[in-house]
Nanobody
Framework: VQLVESGGGLVPPGGSLRLSCAAS????????MSWVRQAPGKGPEGVSA????????VYADSVRGRFTISSANSNNMLYLQMHNLKPEATYVYFC??????????????WGQGTQVTVSS
């Protein structure tokens, strides 16, 4: 089982990015998946989750209306489209194989992460 994130980078305030997560070793559509982020020196937080086959989606209050989670069964990918990114916000975003919802658990499986820096 492997999760590999990509798409991070430096973006100006108000800008957009799309993060991607390539899943291998399992069929992503059969599992609940999430995006988790962590700021430097702070604990991780659940950003968004999508249930198996996309039946349910949930967002953290801080990103609702600006971020969209989606998955593509054809290429076993998970995405996070981010719009109107807040200034001075630096996070490492992780794709996670975990139970549906924003709550994190010790046995969640994460990828290696991709950094997003919002700065002018």
């Amino acid at each position: 089982v492997q999760l590999v994130e990509s798409g991070g980078g430096l973006v100006p305030p108000g800008g957009s990015l799309r993060l991607s997560c390539a899943a291998s070793g399992f069929m992503l559509s059969a599992y609940d998946m999430s995006w988790v982020r962590q700021a430097p020196g702070k604990g991780p937080e659940g950003v968004s989750a999508i249930s198996a086959a996309g039946a349910g989606i949930v967002y953290a209050d801080s990103v609702r209306g600006r971020f969209t989670i989606s998955s593509a069964n054809s290429n076993n990918m998970l995405y996070l489209q981010m719009h109107n990114l807040k200034p001075e916000a630096t996070y490492v975003y992780f794709c996670a194989l975990k139970a549906y919802g924003l709550r994190l658990a010790e046995d969640d499986f994460w990828g290696q992460g991709t950094q997003v820096t919002v700065s002018s």
